[in-house]
């Protein structure tokens, strides 16, 4: 870890943490005594990872969306901090993606055993992204997965993608609360990869639970947001 973050609206309440930790389990365990605005992140050698306590005013299956905002939040830092030439797109649900290869992607903490329809007293979005490859690691092994340092970030502060995220995460919520859940729906579709099982079909984001549905002459396909991440361990 090379140092504290930049300075961040005093909204924010960091937490940083050692590279042996976890910075959403850290921001789940620490929601309920410090609430909204604690920001757990970490520098490790390997990875750079970052988590923020939000105090939903929706109910549970509604909030959730707040992961793809997370997610689209760590592409805006990734594009305004890294090389011009870079493209940066989402894959469903929340994979974070630089030259056609994944490179983190974003996570969520929910309450444990909170119903659907219920308002949680605390949410926890966030992302995790590779630094490096670990030690031994051979390019071009997994030709589909690759680390900041081989993209061009090797010059950038860690701690700069995790500010810069926090800020554009701030802004995507702001936005949100003032024009509605179909402008952040919006830039979330904008950025998302059209993989094979989607081609052909118009895409919307369901406002009442972040779910991506499929419309084809045929009819419409639902894809669960919340299951997609169970099944992403995000």
Do not use: C, K
Request: hydrophobic fraction near 50%; proline fraction near 10%.
């Amino acid at each position: 870890m090379r140092g504290g973050l930049p300075p961040l609206p005093s909204l924010f309440d960091p937490v940083p943490l050692g590279a042996g930790e976890d910075a959403r389990a850290r921001a789940m365990a620490l929601a309920s005594e410090r609430g909204g605005g604690t920001l757990t992140w970490l520098a490790a050698p390997e990875r750079v990872e970052a988590a923020l306590v939000l105090e939903p005013e929706e109910p549970l299956a509604a909030a959730r969306a707040a992961v793809l905002a997370a997610a689209n939040a760590f592409a805006d830092a990734l594009v305004v901090l890294g090389p011009p030439e870079i493209p940066v797109t989402l894959r469903w649900p929340a994979g974070i993606v630089l030259n056609s290869a994944v490179v983190g992607d974003a996570t969520l903490g929910e309450p444990p055993g909170f119903a659907e329809e219920a308002v949680p007293d605390w949410l926890v979005v966030g992302f995790r992204a590779r630094w490096r490859h670990p030690p031994g690691y051979q390019p071009g092994l997994d030709p589909g997965r690759t680390a900041l340092a081989e993209e061009g970030f090797l010059e950038v502060p860690p701690e700069e993608l995790v500010a810069g995220w926090a800020r554009h995460l701030m802004v995507s919520f702001a936005e949100w609360q003032a024009r509605g859940f179909p402008a952040m729906a919006e830039r979330v579709l904008a950025r998302l990869e059209v993989e094979d099982w989607m081609r052909g079909a118009r895409r919307g984001l369901d406002p009442a639970s972040g779910d991506l549905i499929l419309r084809r002459d045929g009819g419409e396909t639902r894809h669960s947001l919340a299951q997609a991440l169970a099944e992403a361990g995000a």
